[in-house]
């Protein structure tokens, strides 16, 4: 018998001044996921698949990091989630992308890989897909936070528009390359727009 | 985005990444976190997700590379983590991953100002951090 181990991860990239209680926030529910996977992984009954598949459903319902409820922002304002799982005992992996209704794109790129003949579906395929599967689906308003829509604000006023961050900034004056020497930046952001990220 | 890596008991290694991606991206526009072998991967060796700046992420297959390392360098998992963040992030590339191992290590890296992330194994360690 091997020894289980569990990590998990919100995001990289944070807003240096990024408010204590935030960050409190964050490690709250940090630690919260930690503990529901390591008794899951301590009792035993549940494989590592699906201990990685609830943690991340209770990362996606929680609205303080970057997934799910409190994703992020398109251009246009609207939401479009993705995400993947992969086995490693077998190699499988099911992956999602363009989702703007599912509430757990986790458990549907599961799905994906389980009770499809494919391995990644995306955007109105994968919403089929998830009508079909019976899985939970919700009006566009519950993803979208004030916060998000706030920080989608500063990007915009930032002219941000994410390209390739490597092309070069003369002669393009509406793509933000990131300054790589500046670390206040990330891909062509302010840090401050990534806070939960 | 948010991740989660797993071993178990039996020694099976999962990975799992949920995002909604950059903000005031472009719509239609597809990030590292459902590509597997950049965002994603998990094989019998280890388990790795990653988070950042998708397109530095994709450019260096990031997590597949945690596995090749250790399979084809002969890497531990913290020093195959230590080496694709150092190596396979090209110029200004920003990102973090976090790994499991079949034996049941733990080990995490990041070239930004800091990542969100916890971990817990059966011998009693745990760690929640931000920065550095």
């Known amino acids: 018998?091997?020894?289980?181990?569990?990590?998990?991860h919100?995001?990289?990239?944070?807003?240096?001044?990024?408010?204590?209680?935030?960050?409190e926030k964050a490690k709250h529910l940090l630690a919260r996921c930690v503990n529901l996977g390591a008794s899951a992984l301590r009792t035993n009954n549940l494989s590592a698949l699906d201990v990685v598949e609830l943690v991340v459903r209770e990362l996606e319902t929680d609205p303080v990091f970057n997934s799910g409820q409190g994703s992020v922002l398109t251009e246009k304002g609207t939401v479009e989630m993705e995400a993947s799982i992969m086995d490693g005992l077998k190699r499988r992996f099911g992956a999602v992308s363009g989702l703007s209704t599912v509430k757990n794109p986790i458990s549907l790129a599961r799905l994906v890989m389980e009770k499809s003949p494919h391995s990644y579906l995306a955007f109105s395929g994968a919403e089929e897909f998830a009508r079909q599967q019976g899985v939970e689906m919700m009006e566009n308003e519950y993803?979208?936070?004030?916060?998000n829509v706030g920080m989608l604000k500063q990007a915009k006023e930032a002219n941000a528009i994410l390209f390739d961050y490597r092309i070069p900034t003369t002669?393009?004056?509406?793509?933000?390359?990131v300054e790589a020497d500046n670390p206040t930046m990330m891909n062509g952001?302010?840090?401050s727009v990534y806070a939960p990220e | 985005t948010v991740g989660c890596v797993v071993v178990d008991k039996e020694g099976r290694c999962a990975a799992a990444t949920?995002?909604?991606g950059l903000i005031n991206k472009m719509v239609g526009r597809i990030g590292d976190s459902p590509i597997i072998g950049s965002g994603t991967y998990a094989c019998k060796l280890c388990a790795i997700s990653c988070t950042g700046e998708g397109e530095a992420i994709l450019r260096g297959t990031l997590a597949r590379d945690v596995a090749a390392v250790m399979e084809y360098k002969d890497l531990?998992?913290?020093e195959a983590?230590?080496?694709?963040?150092?190596?396979?992030?090209?110029?200004?590339?920003?990102?973090?991953?976090?790994?499991v191992s079949n034996n049941g290590e733990v080990a995490y890296g990041f070239n930004t100002n800091g990542m969100f992330r916890g971990s817990a194994t059966e011998d009693g360690f745990t760690e929640i951090g931000i920065w550095e």
């Open chain 2, 18 to 20: 949920s995002t909604g």
């Open chain 1, 1 to 8: 018998m091997g020894r289980w181990a569990i990590a998990v």
């Open chain 1, 171 to 177: 002669g393009l004056e509406n793509c933000c390359a």
């Open chain 2, 76 to 78: 531990r998992l913290q």
């Open chain 1, 189 to 191: 952001l302010p840090m």
């Open chain 1, 10 to 23: 919100g995001g990289a990239g944070i807003d240096p001044k990024l408010p204590l209680e935030r960050q």
């Open chain 2, 81 to 99: 983590v230590n080496f694709v963040i150092k190596e396979r992030l090209d110029d200004g590339g920003k990102a973090g991953l976090i790994a």
């Open chain 1, 143 to 147: 993803f979208i936070t004030q916060d």
